[in-house]
T-cell receptor
Framework: EPEVTQTPSHQVTQMGQEVILRCVPI?????FYWYRQILGQKVEFLVS????????KSEIFDDQFSVERPDGSNFTLKIRSTKLEDSAMYFC????????????FGNGTRLTVT | AQSVTQLGSHVSVSEGALVLLRCNYS??????LFWYVQYPNQGLQLLLK??????LVKGINGFEAEFKKSETSFHLTKPSAHMSDAAEYFC????????????FGRGTSLIVHP
């Protein structure tokens, strides 16, 4: 069964550095998402992406964050200047696009900001 | 606006005992409801979903959930817990006519004792 893949599985970075988290969604899916999960807390929506542009974003997704689909397969999340509170598990997800279609998640990237 | 409340951040059961994980939702329109499971170091996987067909929904690994509109609930059950069921469980809701962005609950950690 096709799956969403994320790299790296774990990223350690220093405060103020830029990081790029990478995702390859399922190939025939149309909607792409980033969620994050701070340790012990709920899974929080960051941003959704459709037709090569952001369709919705949460208040968490401020100017430090950006997303790109640079080619036909990759979907990236960039954090421009990381803060300690950005430490979390970041999940990429994709779906075919109907409202009752479940999201397919990657295994996540654990970001640790020191 | 849609929201989900999962009662109990941790549920502990003995192997062979009934599993009951609670989820209550809030939605202004007919909801679509999902349960996802997250095993350690993995992404979220779909267990089951409710999409306005049968109110009792059967999922993978022997889990099922019943949609009760009068109680705005979608509790997850399994008659007999296995050690392999130990994981984090997330309830999620999206709305008919809404965006393709499900809202997740805080998650319930299921602990299974031998």
């Amino acid at each position: 069964e096709p799956e969403v893949t994320q790299t790296p599985s774990h990223q350690v970075t220093q405060m103020g550095q830029e990081v790029i988290l990478r995702c390859v969604p399922i190939s025939n899916h149309l909607y792409f998402y980033w969620y994050r999960q701070i340790l012990g807390q709920k899974v929080e929506f960051l941003v959704s992406f459709y037709n090569n542009e952001i369709s919705e974003k949460s208040e968490i997704f401020d100017d430090q964050f950006s997303v790109e689909r640079p080619d036909g397969s990759n979907f990236t999340l960039k954090i421009r200047s990381t803060k300690l509170e950005d430490s979390a598990m970041y999940f990429c997800a994709s779906t075919s696009g109907t409202v009752n279609s479940p999201l397919h998640f990657g295994n996540g990237t654990r970001l640790t900001v020191t | 606006a849609q929201s989900v409340t999962q009662l109990g951040s941790h549920v502990s059961v003995s192997e062979g005992a009934l599993v009951l994980l609670r989820c209550n939702y809030s939605s202004s329109v007919p909801p679509y409801l999902f349960w996802y499971v997250q095993y350690p170091n993995q992404g979220l996987q779909l267990l089951l979903k409710y999409t306005s067909a049968a109110t009792l929904v059967k999922g993978i690994n022997g889990f099922e959930a019943e949609f009760k509109k009068s109680e705005t609930s979608f509790h997850l059950t399994k008659p007999s817990a296995h050690m392999s069921d130990a994981a984090e469980y997330f309830c999620a809701v999206s709305e008919e006519g809404g965006s393709y962005i499900p809202t997740f609950g805080r998650g319930t950690s299921l602990i299974v004792h031998p």
